[in-house]
Structure formats: structure tokens, C-alpha cells
């Protein structure tokens, strides 16, 4: 009778135990909140409240899991060239009968000596634009109207579609507006080419 007793006792002990044990885990680990329960390590709405959606985090990860980017994929047209910006007109005739200040032809060394110094600025805003997308060749053409006096007037961008959208125009016009180049006997149309590579 001792023994069926004890066994009795030892298989009491060991279901109060095991309630115990089944009790203290918790198999979706903290996740569900009010409203849910946790049913095969899924939290589960209770009676009429809606299904949580799925955790951005968990509470209990000492590491939490990066997020991945989606992956960035060219449609029909990104490669297609578009303008953006304002018409340039014709260059102007030079008037040669003029003072030497302004009876000249700017020559392309006055227009590089202003000009690349932006060449790192543009560098970045052609970057920008392009972003993650796997554009992997194309042509930029910065181009811009500069009067007699040496003023930028007009500033046109031509690049792939998708630079285009992604604010390349945009991030350009600032930096070529302001640019001063020496005076000349007439109005310009400058271009200036970049390729990605």
C-alpha cells in the first residue's frame, strides 16, 4: 500500500510539475498581444478581435534581423532619353567691331575654367539619381545658354528617365545657374557630356 501510495505521489508530483512547465513557456515568445493568444507558436485573435499583423520586431531578440531593401529593377522607357529644362535658343552672332572685353568668342578654356570646378557637385547629383537601380550606362548632357555678359539664362538637362525622376534636373539647375564666365561679343549655347560607366 506504501508503494502505490508513493507512485500515486510521484505521479501527482510529476503532472503538477509538468502543468507547471506548460504553463510558464510561452511558444510565441512575448509577440501576441491583447486581443490574441498563442496557438502552435502563432498568435491567434480571441473571440471576434482581428489577427495582429506579424511583428516588425521581437521583443525578445538580443539581434534583430536586417530588413531587406527591395531589389530595384528598370521598367520600359528608365533608358530613354528626356529632357528637362528650358529651351536654349541659337547661339548669337558675334559682333567683332566691339571693345576686346566683349568683341570675342568665348573660347573653351573660359568655359572650363568655370565650369569644372561643379564637376564633383554634378558627380553627386548624377549618384543620387541613379541610386540602386542597375543602370549601368547612359549619357548625361548638362547644357546651358550663356548671354554677352557672361550670365547662365537657361539650363537644359537631357538623361535616361529614370535620372529624370529621380530629381536629376532638379539637383543640376541650382549649380549651373549661378555660374559668372567672362563676357563676349555675343550669346552661347554650352553642352557639356557625362557618361556613366
Do not use: W
Request: net charge neutral.
Amino acid at each position: 500500500m506504501g508503494r502505490v501510495l508513493l507512485g500515486i505521489a510521484l505521479a501527482l508530483a510529476a503532472l503538477s510539475s509538468g502543468l507547471l512547465i506548460t504553463h510558464s513557456i510561452d511558444r510565441c515568445l512575448g509577440r501576441c498581444g491583447n486581443g490574441t493568444r498563442c496557438v502552435d507558436f502563432h498568435c491567434a485573435a480571441t473571440s471576434g478581435a482581428p489577427a495582429p499583423a506579424k511583428p516588425s520586431h521581437r521583443r525578445h531578440s538580443a539581434i534583430s534581423e536586417p530588413h531587406a531593401a527591395p531589389e530595384v529593377t528598370l521598367h520600359p522607357g528608365d533608358e530613354k532619353m528626356v529632357a528637362a529644362g528650358d529651351a536654349l535658343g541659337r547661339p548669337e552672332h558675334i559682333d567683332f567691331s566691339k571693345s576686346d572685353d566683349e568683341g570675342h568668342e568665348r573660347s573653351q578654356e573660359e568655359l572650363d575654367r568655370v565650369f569644372h570646378p561643379l564637376e564633383p557637385a554634378i558627380t553627386k547629383c548624377i549618384t543620387q539619381a541613379v541610386g540602386d537601380a542597375p543602370l549601368e550606362s547612359g549619357r548625361i548632357e548638362v547644357q546651358f545658354r550663356v548671354e554677352s555678359a557672361g550670365k547662365v539664362s537657361r539650363v537644359r538637362i537631357t538623361a535616361p528617365a529614370l535620372l529624370q525622376r529621380n530629381g536629376l534636373a532638379h539637383c543640376l539647375r541650382p549649380l549651373v545657374t549661378p555660374l559668372q564666365f567672362p563676357a563676349a561679343g555675343g550669346a552661347s549655347v554650352v553642352s557639356y557630356p557625362f557618361q556613366l560607366k
